[in-house]
């Protein structure tokens, strides 16, 4: 699976798994902000992404072209294309 899919799909089960006041979807849908990096990386990172550091999660969201305002990043769903990208 895809790293942009295992975000979404980390982000869809924030509210149901209870993590979402670590790393939740902002308002309106178009981005996700990690609240607490630190616990993140503790303790919602491994189940998803096999790695326990947030630079490499940072790294990883860099190489796909996420854009971040203060861990603020954005999902583009207007184009229909699922891109992340700018608010």
Request: aromatic share 18%.
């Amino acid at each position: 699976m895809s790293f942009p899919s295992k975000v979404y799909i980390m982000l869809e089960d924030a509210v149901d798994k209870g993590f979402e006041n670590i790393i939740s979807w902002q308002k309106g849908g178009r981005s996700f902000r990690v609240h607490h990096p630190e616990d993140f990386a503790q303790h919602v990172m491994q189940e998803y992404f096999q790695q326990t550091k947030f630079k490499s999660f940072q790294r990883q969201l860099n190489i796909y072209g996420y854009v971040s305002f203060i861990l603020v990043i954005c999902y583009e769903t207007s184009t229909g294309t699922g891109q992340f990208g700018m608010c």
